[in-house]
């Protein structure tokens, strides 16, 4: 199937915080001969208050987000977690709303970033090279929401001679959870350490990860700590290994 | 902020920094975990069906749970068990000490039973002037410690050989720093003078069999099996979600509740109670009660968006697998119930006690449904926790009017796009901004706004 245009999501704490992680997605589709269309309107998928119980909120937001991605034909996201909320959560969040219907079709047609190059084959034209060791973190909600065994890591494993290493083991959580880790900052803390220390065991000095949210954590976390440990995401690193990427007027696009 | 929600942030923060603990609980679970891991693959195959299969089980059990409680007191009757309804912990208390009163009770066993913690039997009885020892070595340990258990299957498992050496040198007068081999034959000794003494013999219960009328006591280390046969009265309490309906459904949840909880192919003693002594067996007790107990878990049954917690089977997986129970141990949850299934429940048996706070001290990582062997959602019920707690303004002010003010901003890109300068300076001055992440100087959006005018 040729390569056509895809819709972008952009998480908020990407649009917001990481600016520099959705351009690296929008670089890596483009080379992949993908037309982006990034909807200007967006905020957020609504999850912050749908995890904190808070759905009349979730509700309020998340419907600004089916407005914003109506007509969509192939959403992409470089969140498991985001896109756990549209296509898992969406419907509870809906049911028995005016939007059911619509929330639901737009569940059918958002992807995370590795599951839709996996889908489309395109990681396997990436056809580019990242020498060296890669910790992976598997973000909890790609792992046990979205069903994901191990898409980021096969496709960290398309660059060439890239040697991507995972702690044995069921991955245990990064300890963000939202605002959890606001709420319970020393638990959450402690679990990152916990998570961390694994990766340290492994002698990795870089780690990619498939979640915005786990990046913010474990990089906190990984500060505190003293680890000189370069965390980023997925799509950062597939960029690097492209040479394109980066935000513009860092100069790699344009 | 509730006064329990401020002293489990204490706890908690102080435990979850003690690297010494979070070490040693680490170190026990990932034994665990791996070993069930093994034998679930290894006795299971396909694993995913097992525990859907169970948790179609226990669904029908739920579906079905006043007629199955009474076939079980059908079949128990006619075999001379007493069966007893308790409504809630002081009733069930009322009824163990009356059934001792009736019987002269001075000297009581008890074998490992989460049940009798939660209606905290031992103080009624030895408020009773009814002495009562704990024969599971686990629950001695913490009895002797004055503690509660500190994880539903290992009672005593954030211990060191070396500090119980030192409680049992306290206690029991053993030699100070003795080894494992010293320690549990003290133990023994002492159990086995108790199980000659004790008129008294308390248990709880993994199952109760509606066809048969039996329940069934799972454990490792035959004094539960001793505690049921060897003194006059045997005593078991049980919550009404227990019961299983046929003695055939033991084929797979015996197996299914050694492989998740101790990695276990099967525990090594599975006991059947069906009665007291009858003519012509030489042992066994002359008389058997059934102590059934509601306490909150009607109130469970009642509310469908939870009720299939009580489908749990007790085997402490979730706790294992958690890494919230893992950085903050048993104790800090304050319940008798800890782990994820502690926090889904707890706030429902006990509804004037404010325990919601326990559902939002997750991340919803979603491994103790993972992990769970019966297919319990638990993630999904704490966050159905809070969404209650929510609808009940049971949360304080604070985080209602936070997200309020959040979705105004984020319902509108405008909103968002004018508002983040003030976002930007607000972090600036904030006291805790070290936690807070700092904002990027341009958006994505504001950034692929200017491209596009580029």
Redesign the interface.
Same mark, same amino acid.
């Given at each position: 199937m040729a390569p056509s245009t895809v819709s972008v999501l952009?998480p908020?704490?990407?649009?917001?915080?990481?600016?520099e992680m959705?351009?690296a997605m929008v670089a890596v589709l483009r080379r992949l001969g993908y037309g982006v269309d990034?909807r200007?309107?967006?905020?957020?998928c609504?999850q912050?208050?749908f995890?904190?119980?808070?759905?009349?909120?979730?509700r309020?937001?998340a419907?600004?987000c089916l407005e914003v991605f109506r007509g969509a034909e192939r959403v992409v996201c470089p969140s498991g977690s985001c896109t756990a909320m549209l296509r898992e959560f969406y419907a509870e969040l809906f049911a028995g709303d005016a939007r059911e219907a619509e929330a639901a079709a737009l569940a059918g047609r958002v992807e995370e970033f590795s599951e839709f190059l996996l889908r489309e084959g395109a990681a396997g034209r990436l056809g580019a090279r990242l020498p060296g060791r890669l910790g992976f973190h598997n973000s909890?909600?790609s792992?046990?929401?979205l069903g994901q065994r191990d898409e980021s890591r096969r496709v960290l494993e398309q660059l060439e001679d890239c040697e991507v290493v995972e702690p044995a083991?069921?991955p245990?959580?990064c300890? *963000?959870?939202?605002? *959890?880790?606001?709420? *319970?900052?020393?638990?959450?803390?402690?679990?990152a350490q916990?998570?961390l220390a694994r990766f340290h065991e492994l002698g990795v000095a870089r780690l990619a990860v498939n979640d915005p949210g786990c990046i913010?954590h474990l990089r906190?976390e990984a500060e505190r700590a003293g680890l000189g440990l370069e965390i980023r995401h997925v799509a950062e690193w597939v960029a690097e290994a492209l040479g394109v990427g980066a935000?513009?007027g860092a100069g790699a696009e344009? | 902020m509730t006064a329990r929600l401020r002293e489990f942030?204490r706890a908690?923060?102080e435990r979850?920094?003690d690297l010494v603990h979070?070490e040693r609980i &680490?170190r026990v679970m990932?034994k665990s975990?791996?070993a069930s891991?093994t034998m679930k693959v290894r006795q299971f195959g396909d694993w995913e069906r097992a525990r859907r299969l169970a948790g179609q089980i226990k669904r029908h059990v739920l579906a079905n749970l006043p007629d199955l409680l009474e076939e079980f007191e059908r079949h128990a009757t006619a075999r001379g068990v007493e069966v007893l309804w308790a409504a809630d912990a002081g009733e069930a208390r009322a009824l163990l000490l009356g059934l001792a009163r009736r019987f002269q009770i001075e000297i009581a066993v008890k074998s490992k039973s989460m049940t009798t913690e939660e209606i905290e039997l031992n103080a009624a009885l030895e408020a009773a002037g009814i002495e009562v020892l704990e024969s599971d070595l686990g629950e001695l340990i913490v009895q002797l410690a004055g503690t509660r258990p500190y994880h539903i299957v290992g009672p005593a498992i954030h211990l060191t050989r070396a500090e119980i050496a030192e409680l049992f040198h306290r206690k029991l007068g053993t030699a100070p720093g003795a080894g494992a081999e010293e320690l549990t034959l003290a133990a023994r000794d002492l159990l086995r003078r108790k199980f000659a003494a004790a008129g008294l013999g308390i248990t709880g219960a993994n199952f109760l069999l509606a066809d048969a009328g039996a329940i069934t006591v799972v454990e490792n280390e035959g004094n539960a099996r001793l505690t049921m046969a060897m003194p006059r009265v045997h005593v078991a309490i049980a919550g009404i979600e227990k019961v299983l309906p046929r003695l055939a459904d033991l084929a797979l949840f015996l197996p299914l509740l050694a492989s998740s909880g101790t990695g276990q192919q099967l525990t090594c003693y599975n006991t059947l109670a069906r009665g007291p002594r009858t003519a012509g067996e030489p042992d066994g007790p002359e008389h058997m009660a059934v102590i059934l107990l509601d306490n909150g878990r009607t109130t469970l049954y009642a509310r469908p968006a939870v009720r299939q917690a009580l489908r749990c089977i007790r085997c402490g997986a979730c706790l294992n697998?958690c890494?919230?129970y893992?950085?903050?141990g048993g104790y800090t949850y304050g319940t008798v119930y800890s782990g994820p299934i502690g926090a889904v429940i707890t706030p429902h048996l006990e509804e004037q006690g404010r325990w919601e706070h326990l559902s939002?001290? =997750?991340? !919803?990582?979603? &491994?103790c449904? %993972?992990a769970c062997p019966v297919d319990i959602d638990l993630h999904r019920l704490l !966050?159905e926790?809070?969404?209650? %707690?929510?609808?009940e303004r049971k949360?304080g002010w604070f985080? %209602?009017a936070a997200?309020?003010a959040?979705?105004w901003v984020?319902?509108?890109?405008g909103r !968002?796009d004018r508002l983040?300068g003030v976002?930007r300076l607000v972090r600036a001055a904030a006291p805790g901004r070290?936690?807070v992440?700092?904002?990027?100087p341009? =958006?994505?959006?504001q950034?692929?706004?200017?491209?596009e005018q580029s």
């Amino acid at each position: 199937m040729a390569p056509s245009t895809v819709s972008v999501l952009i998480p908020c704490l990407v649009d917001q915080v990481y600016p520099e992680m959705g351009w690296a997605m929008v670089a890596v589709l483009r080379r992949l001969g993908y037309g982006v269309d990034y909807r200007r309107g967006q905020t957020c998928c609504g999850q912050p208050a749908f995890n904190a119980g808070h759905w009349g909120e979730a509700r309020r937001v998340a419907g600004h987000c089916l407005e914003v991605f109506r007509g969509a034909e192939r959403v992409v996201c470089p969140s498991g977690s985001c896109t756990a909320m549209l296509r898992e959560f969406y419907a509870e969040l809906f049911a028995g709303d005016a939007r059911e219907a619509e929330a639901a079709a737009l569940a059918g047609r958002v992807e995370e970033f590795s599951e839709f190059l996996l889908r489309e084959g395109a990681a396997g034209r990436l056809g580019a090279r990242l020498p060296g060791r890669l910790g992976f973190h598997n973000s909890c909600h790609s792992r046990r929401e979205l069903g994901q065994r191990d898409e980021s890591r096969r496709v960290l494993e398309q660059l060439e001679d890239c040697e991507v290493v995972e702690p044995a083991g069921e991955p245990d959580c990064c300890g *963000f959870g939202g605002l *959890f880790s606001v709420k *319970f900052a020393g638990i959450a803390g402690a679990m990152a350490q916990s998570r961390l220390a694994r990766f340290h065991e492994l002698g990795v000095a870089r780690l990619a990860v498939n979640d915005p949210g786990c990046i913010l954590h474990l990089r906190q976390e990984a500060e505190r700590a003293g680890l000189g440990l370069e965390i980023r995401h997925v799509a950062e690193w597939v960029a690097e290994a492209l040479g394109v990427g980066a935000a513009p007027g860092a100069g790699a696009e344009r | 902020m509730t006064a329990r929600l401020r002293e489990f942030r204490r706890a908690a923060d102080e435990r979850a920094a003690d690297l010494v603990h979070r070490e040693r609980i &680490a170190r026990v679970m990932s034994k665990s975990n791996a070993a069930s891991e093994t034998m679930k693959v290894r006795q299971f195959g396909d694993w995913e069906r097992a525990r859907r299969l169970a948790g179609q089980i226990k669904r029908h059990v739920l579906a079905n749970l006043p007629d199955l409680l009474e076939e079980f007191e059908r079949h128990a009757t006619a075999r001379g068990v007493e069966v007893l309804w308790a409504a809630d912990a002081g009733e069930a208390r009322a009824l163990l000490l009356g059934l001792a009163r009736r019987f002269q009770i001075e000297i009581a066993v008890k074998s490992k039973s989460m049940t009798t913690e939660e209606i905290e039997l031992n103080a009624a009885l030895e408020a009773a002037g009814i002495e009562v020892l704990e024969s599971d070595l686990g629950e001695l340990i913490v009895q002797l410690a004055g503690t509660r258990p500190y994880h539903i299957v290992g009672p005593a498992i954030h211990l060191t050989r070396a500090e119980i050496a030192e409680l049992f040198h306290r206690k029991l007068g053993t030699a100070p720093g003795a080894g494992a081999e010293e320690l549990t034959l003290a133990a023994r000794d002492l159990l086995r003078r108790k199980f000659a003494a004790a008129g008294l013999g308390i248990t709880g219960a993994n199952f109760l069999l509606a066809d048969a009328g039996a329940i069934t006591v799972v454990e490792n280390e035959g004094n539960a099996r001793l505690t049921m046969a060897m003194p006059r009265v045997h005593v078991a309490i049980a919550g009404i979600e227990k019961v299983l309906p046929r003695l055939a459904d033991l084929a797979l949840f015996l197996p299914l509740l050694a492989s998740s909880g101790t990695g276990q192919q099967l525990t090594c003693y599975n006991t059947l109670a069906r009665g007291p002594r009858t003519a012509g067996e030489p042992d066994g007790p002359e008389h058997m009660a059934v102590i059934l107990l509601d306490n909150g878990r009607t109130t469970l049954y009642a509310r469908p968006a939870v009720r299939q917690a009580l489908r749990c089977i007790r085997c402490g997986a979730c706790l294992n697998v958690c890494p919230v129970y893992r950085s903050i141990g048993g104790y800090t949850y304050g319940t008798v119930y800890s782990g994820p299934i502690g926090a889904v429940i707890t706030p429902h048996l006990e509804e004037q006690g404010r325990w919601e706070h326990l559902s939002q001290a =997750s991340s !919803l990582c979603g &491994a103790c449904s %993972a992990a769970c062997p019966v297919d319990i959602d638990l993630h999904r019920l704490l !966050l159905e926790n809070r969404r209650r %707690a929510t609808a009940e303004r049971k949360e304080g002010w604070f985080w %209602a009017a936070a997200l309020r003010a959040w979705a105004w901003v984020f319902s509108r890109r405008g909103r !968002l796009d004018r508002l983040r300068g003030v976002g930007r300076l607000v972090r600036a001055a904030a006291p805790g901004r070290a936690r807070v992440p700092r904002l990027a100087p341009r =958006s994505f959006a504001q950034m692929w706004s200017d491209r596009e005018q580029s």
